[in-house]
Structure formats: C-alpha cells, structure tokens
C-alpha cells in the first residue's frame, strides 16, 4: 500500500510540525504495515500560518534506496489500542539478528527546531555571515539543528532518517567556541532522561544526506560546527562530521558508496587522517587529504585544535572587516560629494599636499600622480 495521511485516532496520532514547530497539528504519512515515514513527511493542519507539505514522493526521491512499498521501520505505529501498552519516548528497532539500537522519537527533536533566537550557536553564524540568513537557516533545516535551553542540538539521523543521537553543546555567541568548562558535551537522551543504557548507532553527522544528494562528493571534517560552517562556505560538497578524529577509519569509509572523499583533519590529527586515507586508497576508495590546516595552522594553533573552522571563520572576518571599510568610506565619499563644506575641505587638504611635494622638489606632474593615488584619496576622504 503506498503511503497516505495517518487517520485521526486521537491527540496521539498528531504531532509536531517540523516547519512551525507547533504542537498537535502535524499529520504524518505511514506506510505499508502501518509504519510511519520519516518524522518529516506529512502534512501540516495550519495550512493558512504555515502550509507545510512534505509528500512521500519527495521522500522517496530523496532516498531512492527505499522501497515504495515496502519501506523499512521508521517509528513503529502505535494505534490508539495499542498506545498504553508502548513507549513513544525511544524506539528499538532491530537492525540485524546479532544487534539492535535504540533511536530518539521524532517528537523530541521536532520539539527544538526553531527557537533560534535565543540559540547562541545561530546568532554567532548570523553576525559572522550579515547577509546570508536564508543560507544559513536552509543549512540548519538541511541537518535538522535545533535548540534546547541554552545548548545547540546537533542530531545524528541515519539513512533511513531514524534518530540515532542529538549531541548537545553550548555557545559563546560572540567567538562562536565552545563555552569554557563545557567540553563534556550532553545528550538529549541524558537530558530528558529517555533510558538508562541508551544502544547508541554510531554514524556520521549529516549521514542522511547521502541518498539525498547521490552525486555530490563527500568532505569529512571533525565536528558538527564545522560541517555546518563549511556548508555554507562550500555546498557543493555533502560535508559530515566523524565526531571524533580516532572514530574514522578506512572501513568507514566504505559506507559512503564509492564517492569521492576529501578529508578535511584538525591541525592535529592529519598525520593519523592520512594513514587512514593511505588505508583507504588500498581497498579502492578514492579519498583524498587536504593539508590546508596543516599548511595555514601555527605551532599555537595546532596546540589549540585549529581546525577548518576556524580558518573559515577567520577568512569571513576579514572579508567582514573589508567590507565595512567599503560601506564607511562609500558613506563618507557620499557625504563629501554633497556637502560643501566637506568638498572644499578636501580640495584644501589636496592642493596643500601638492604644494609641499613640489616643494621638494617633485614636478607638479608628479605632485599630482602621488597626491591623487587612490590609497591618498581614502585617508583624506577618512579624516574629514
């Protein structure tokens, strides 16, 4: 049976939009055997505030491996005769018949999308790209980020777009680091107190990306900060996150279905990235290893985890710092132009330099040439 809207069977059977982030009125596809789809597809009741709509043909499309017909457990249904009798807070789903993991109900991710306002990670992208806003809130649609109290949920949804893990970390919003004495990062798992001895899927950050986008090559960075920053610097790429450098390896690797793969290491770990790529290579993948850290990071740097994040971040400053001594003096050439005064003062100042360069003894040809270079036409432009 192909996939339609879920039946009303009470307030269970409706959930959080995805889009608007309201609660009880989003209605979810299932599918053959009464199964849902990921917790994104379906259809939002608010259609006139917010009209969300994600259909299973999107879905399929963006995850051709799936069947249409008999697609695999998303989030067990759970019918109104049946909802006393099962938990919705964690889902067990068996994956082989040696293991099983357990995965995060779509409802308590859905219930920290949004809210980024008061997210510290968001802002600090939002200052540091000023005129990017619609990139960088399609970025953290795209990889599902979210905000809980006063951390930044960064979720691991595998291709099947279950919810394998929902790191959380908090912010400074002004440096976009980590705060000080918060390098044990929490999980949403531990924070709403889902189940002790939670099965952990380990995955790649962004992983749900992969059947989405089956043709772009794959960039391999350390954290999930950076996976997002370089998302927007450089989307022609589906970047991930390893969480960890000694995690990678080249069996890993082998998941990602024969793409091309970049690594992308902290300036402390491309020694150990590149024998694993090495390792790769072996078995005949083709991945390669920038040395742009390596190359850019300081003795400092490298002591202090310098990654491609923080090479971005640096490249977008000085970008930002250009381009606000354009707007000043763009500004200032504007209010010389049309005030008088300004425009007599700076003929003044002009004509006085002239006159004191053929004073020693330059032409007045050449008095003019280095009185009007550009970079002398600023500096009197400025101190006006």
């Not at 381009?323 to 425009?343: A, C, P, T, W």
Request: proline share 4%; charged share 25%; net charge positive.
């Amino acid at each position: 049976m192909y996939p339609t809207l879920e039946k009303y069977r009470g307030t269970k059977s409706r959930h959080t939009c995805p889009a608007c982030n309201s609660k009880g009125v989003f209605v979810r596809y299932v599918g053959d055997g009464c199964e849902y789809l990921s917790f994104d597809v379906g259809r939002c009741n608010r259609e006139s505030k917010c009209g969300y709509h994600k259909k299973p043909k999107q879905f399929f499309a963006e995850n051709p491996t799936v069947s249409k017909f008999q697609s695999k457990p998303k989030q067990k249904y759970v019918g109104a005769n049946r909802a006393r009798q099962t938990s919705t807070f964690v889902e067990k789903l068996s994956v082989d018949s040696a293991s099983s993991f357990d995965y995060i109900a779509p409802e308590h991710l859905t219930a920290t999308l949004g809210n980024y306002d008061r997210n510290a990670f968001v802002q600090f992208l939002l200052n540091l790209f000023p005129d990017c806003s619609e990139e960088i809130n399609s970025v953290l649609k795209m990889y599902f980020v979210g905000t809980y109290q006063d951390y930044t949920c960064f979720p691991g949804i595998d291709r099947q777009m279950r919810i394998c893990r929902a790191k959380l970390i908090r912010f400074n919003p002004a440096t976009g680091k980590r705060l000080k004495g918060d390098y044990d990062t929490s999980s949403l798992v531990r924070k709403l107190k889902l189940k002790e001895n939670f099965q952990y899927k380990q995955i790649f950050f962004g992983e749900h990306l992969l059947p989405k986008y089956p043709n772009k090559p794959v960039a391999i960075v350390e954290a999930e900060k950076t996976a997002i920053i370089a998302s927007l610097c450089f989307p022609e790429f589906i970047w991930l996150g390893s969480n960890s450098k000694t995690w990678l390896d080249a069996e890993r690797l082998q998941r990602l279905d024969g793409r091309q793969i970049i690594l992308y290491p902290d300036a402390d770990g491309f020694n150990l990235w590149q024998s694993i790529a090495l390792d790769a290579q072996r078995q005949g993948l083709t991945v390669k290893v920038s040395n742009l850290i390596e190359t850019h990071a300081t003795d400092e740097q490298r002591a202090n985890g310098y990654d491609l994040a923080d090479y971005l971040i640096n490249q977008q400053k000085e970008i930002n710092e250009r381009n606000e001594f354009i707007d000043r003096y763009n500004s200032k050439i504007e209010m010389v132009l049309n005030d008088e005064s300004l425009r007599c003062d700076f003929e003044t100042i002009l004509n006085e330099q002239k006159a004191i360069a053929i004073y020693n003894s330059e032409s007045e040809a050449e008095a003019e040439r280095i009185c009007t270079r550009p970079e002398n036409v600023r500096n009197i432009v400025l101190s006006l």
